[in-house]
């Protein structure tokens, strides 16, 4: 198969994927399987999967590196711009609850602190979402990379409204705060460090600590709930699976995927110069 046709079926099946979640939704809203809330429930998704594809989207450039594999880099856009989708469905969504009252809508946004961090970050998203073409990278030609920034402060605001929203049931967020560390982590990385298994160890180790942080301080501030209690908590093994210990799994699952994806590398290298070797005098 061709690069070509490997990138065609890339993007077919990540736009699949892309448009999975919100025809599932559609189709339980439609069967009335949503609940006694439906449009509770649609604004909570619609959330949950704008803050899943931002975070993959900033996923592609380290997955692209570690696996050595550069059709990631075609589909990156897409998973954008599906985030800025879902975050702009979860808005719409929103205000079809509160009757279309554009009113009610921006006064809440104003009043309600962590609405109003929502709507910069759905903001932020959206202008993202616009410019990712390349016609406005030719137009905006240095400004593009800086404006594209953005992706960053947006994603650390999209956190903190997640967390926010999710008041005392905090596993996803600080499961995605703990996965953003290691994202922004591995960017500060110095490039060798970033593809050696030393590196990744470190991220795995750092990532999980942080994330035990995060579960400590929120429920600390917010519920007045003892730090000891959640490090406790962390290290019973009667309680599993805490936010912490899933960040360490994908962070070393992480380490398994590079590693067999070097030894794949290595076996083909290997038998192709064999090949070689046998066939040519």
């Known amino acids: ?17 892309l448009c999975l979640p919100a025809l599932e939704l559609a189709w339980r809203w439609y069967t009335d399987d949503l609940g ?11 959330g949950d999967w704008a803050v899943v594809f931002l975070m993959l989207s900033l996923a592609m450039t ?32 929103y205000v079809l609850d509160q009757k279309w009252n554009l009113v009610v809508v921006a006064t809440e946004i104003v009043k309600r602190f962590y609405l109003t961090i929502g709507f910069v970050a759905l903001l932020a998203l959206v202008a993202l979402a616009v410019t990712s073409t ?3 990278q030719k137009r905006l030609k240095r400004n593009w990379k800086r404006l594209h920034w953005l992706i960053y402060p947006a994603a650390f605001i999209a956190i903190i409204h997640f967390f926010i929203q999710s008041k005392v049931k905090i596993g996803e967020p600080a499961f995605t705060a703990g ?21 990744l160890a470190v991220l795995a180790v750092v990532a999980t600590l942080s994330t035990v942080v995060f579960e400590a301080t929120w429920y600390w501030l917010v519920n ?30 992480v380490i398994l995927a590079v590693a067999l994806r070097r030894l794949t590398l290595a076996a083909n290298k290997l038998w192709t110069k064999r090949y070689i070797q046998s066939t040519i005098p």
């Open 62 to 93: 380290p997955a692209r590196v570690l696996l050595d594999w550069m059709p990631l880099i075609h589909i990156r856009r897409r998973i954008g711009v599906a985030a800025a989708l879902y975050a702009v469905a979860h808005l719409l969504i």
């Open 224 to 253: 007045n709930v003892d730090p000891l209690r959640i490090l406790a908590a962390n290290i019973d093994p009667e309680l599993a699976l805490r936010p912490a210990h899933k960040v360490l799994i994908a962070s070393t699952l």
């Open 179 to 199: 996965l953003f560390v290691w994202l922004m982590l591995w960017r500060a990385l110095p490039i060798g460090l970033q593809k050696s298994y030393r590196g």
């Open 1 to 17: 198969m061709t690069v070509q046709r490997k990138i065609f079926w890339l993007r077919l099946v990540t736009l699949v994927g």
């Open 134 to 136: 390349d016609g406005w």
């Open 36 to 46: 006694a809330r439906p449009v509770t429930v649609a604004t909570h998704a619609t």
